[in-house]
């Protein structure tokens, strides 16, 4: 797969899909093959930070001890303070969980936000995880800047099921933004698998309610 190839089926996909009233997102569909996730060197788990957004704000929500959660009011979109974990019973810890695409957590008090919100954020795999950079010291942090970052990062995951969908961007993005973040995915992707490319079963471009489109 070429970068070429991905414009051609983008432009094919703008050609073909039917016009809807809202937004569509791109769709990127991996299929994968001859992968054993009982072993764990053979699972996907990956935070990749992409070239471009994908025209979706990032909802970032920061569970943090007084050291920093004056700068965390500023800079996320939600910021919540150890004092404060025990107004979050099971309704609202589960609600918290859907609403936000990544938690940051300072590392110190990471017991804490484990035995708060573990249960409810482990589900949906959206535990702090120091691989994306969400869980930070107590001090010595720009806290922007992994916002920043944050806006551009996507978790590839496939643990379970050899099928991985991400979206990549809306159908009124610039193609050739879409096409950065899909070769970017793909070439990070191929590099991770064991059988690099001859894990890759096909890949599929689609809106999000339209015909998937074969790359």
């Keep these: 797969m070429d970068k070429e190839s991905v414009l051609e089926a983008l432009e094919k996909l703008k050609i073909s899909a039917e016009k809807r009233e809202f937004k569509q997102s791109v769709d990127l569909i991996i299929a994968l093959k001859d992968l054993d996730f009982k072993k764990p060197e053979q699972q996907v788990e990956m935070f990749l930070s992409l070239p471009h957004t994908t025209g979706k704000k990032?909802?970032?929500?920061?569970?943090?001890?007084?050291?920093?959660?004056?700068?965390?009011?500023?800079?996320?979109?939600l910021a919540i303070?150890?004092?404060?974990?025990?107004k979050y019973d099971k309704r609202k810890a589960r609600k918290l969980a859907g609403q936000y695409d990544f938690f940051i957590a300072q590392a110190n008090i990471m017991t804490k936000?484990?035995?708060?919100?573990g249960r409810y954020l482990g589900v949906r795999g959206k535990m702090p995880n120091p691989k994306a950079g969400c869980v930070v010291p107590p001090k010595g942090v720009n806290l922007s800047v992994l916002y920043d970052k944050l806006q551009k990062?996507?978790?590839?995951?496939?643990?379970?099921v050899p099928l991985i969908q991400l979206r990549v961007g809306t159908e009124e993005m610039s193609q050739e933004h879409i096409a950065d973040n899909i070769m970017f995915i793909y070439d990070q992707l191929i590099h991770h698998l064991p059988g690099e490319r001859h894990n890759i079963k096909a890949i599929f471009l689609k809106y999000t309610m339209s015909k998937p489109i074969k790359l």
Aim: aromatic share 8%; net charge neutral.
């Design 58 to 77: 990032t909802k970032v929500c920061a569970l943090v001890g007084p050291e920093l959660i004056d700068e965390a009011k500023k800079v996320f979109d």
């Design 81 to 86: 303070t150890q004092d404060d974990f025990s």
């Design 113 to 117: 936000v484990a035995a708060t919100f």
């Design 153 to 160: 990062t996507m978790k590839v995951s496939a643990k379970k």
